[in-house]
C-alpha cells in the first residue's frame, strides 16, 4: 500500500511564524503535490513537483515556498504565517507514468493565529 | 484560468434515496477522476474515466464522461449512510505532468 504521512496533524502559529510542513511518500513517486483545502473552494493546487529539485507553481503559489531534496520528501514553507493561511493542507504523490491516481496524506489542520 | 466546478455543493437525501453530482469543466480535459473524502478523512480515488461519452459503474455507483470532455457526473443509486462525505471530480487537461484540476466538491448528507 503508498503511505503518504505528513508531520502533524494540527498545528497551531502564530502571524510571523515561519512555519515548515513536512511530506514523506514510501512508493517511489515522482510527483509530490501541495494543496490547501477551504470549505466551498475545494483542493487548490499551491506547488507542485516532477523531480527532485524541480517544482512548479500551482493555482495559488503566494505565500508559500516548496523544498524537494530527496524523492520522497516534498516540504512546504510558510515564509511569514498570515491569518489568511489559516486551513487544511494536503499533500499528495502520484507516479509519473500510468495510472494517474493521487495518493493523499492524511493532512495537516494548521491554524494562525 | 483554468476553472472545474461542481453542483450542488450540498446535498441531504433520505437513506434509499438517489444522488447526483455534476462535474463542469472550463476547458477540454484529457481524463477526468472522482475521489471521496470521508468526514475527517482524506481523499481516495475511486475512478478514472478517459474516453468520450465513457461510462462506468460501481456497484450502486454510474461515472460518466461527457462527449465534448468538458462534464462528468456520478450518480449513486439507493444512497447508504456509508456514501456520506464530500464527492469531487479531478480534471486533467493534458501535459506531461499529473497535475489535476480539482472541483469544488459535493457534500453528501445521508438521513437514516
Known amino acids: 500500500d503508498v503511505k503518504v504521512t505528513q508531520s502533524s496533524r494540527y498545528l497551531v502559529k502564530r502571524t510571523g511564524e515561519k512555519v515548515f510542513l513536512e511530506c514523506v511518500q514510501d512508493?517511489?513517486?515522482?510527483?509530490m503535490f501541495w494543496y490547501r483545502q477551504d470549505p466551498g473552494l475545494g483542493l487548490r493546487l499551491i506547488y507542485f513537483?516532477?523531480?527532485?529539485?524541480?517544482?512548479e507553481k500551482g493555482d495559488i503559489p503566494e505565500g508559500y515556498s516548496v523544498s524537494r531534496e530527496k524523492k520522497e520528501r516534498f516540504s512546504l514553507i510558510l515564509e511569514s504565517a498570515s491569518t489568511n493561511q489559516t486551513s487544511m493542507y494536503l499533500c499528495?504523490?502520484?507516479?509519473?507514468?500510468?495510472?494517474?491516481?493521487?495518493?493523499f496524506g492524511p493532512g495537516t489542520r494548521l491554524t494562525v493565529l | 484560468g483554468q476553472q472545474v466546478m461542481q453542483i450542488p455543493q450540498y446535498q441531504h437525501v433520505q437513506e434509499g434515496e438517489d444522488f447526483t453530482t455534476y462535474c463542469n469543466s472550463s476547458?477540454?480535459?484529457?481524463?477526468i477522476q472522482w475521489y471521496k473524502q470521508r468526514p475527517g478523512g482524506h481523499p481516495v480515488f475511486l475512478i478514472q474515466?478517459?474516453?468520450?461519452?465513457e461510462v462506468k459503474k460501481q456497484k450502486r455507483l454510474t461515472f460518466q464522461f461527457g462527449e465534448a470532455k468538458k462534464n462528468s457526473s456520478l450518480h449513486i443509486t439507493a444512497t447508504q449512510t456509508t456514501d456520506v462525505g464530500t464527492y469531487f471530480c479531478?480534471?486533467?487537461?493534458?501535459?506531461?505532468?499529473?497535475?489535476?484540476?480539482f472541483g469544488t466538491g459535493t457534500l453528501l448528507a445521508v438521513q437514516p
Open positions: 499528495a504523490s502520484s507516479p509519473r507514468q500510468g495510472a494517474v491516481e493521487q495518493f
Open positions: 512508493m517511489d513517486h515522482e510527483n
Open positions: 513537483s516532477y523531480d527532485v529539485k524541480m517544482k
Open positions: 476547458t477540454t480535459l484529457s481524463n
Open positions: 474515466l478517459v474516453k468520450s461519452g
Open positions: 479531478a480534471g486533467k487537461v493534458g501535459g506531461a505532468t499529473n497535475k489535476l484540476i
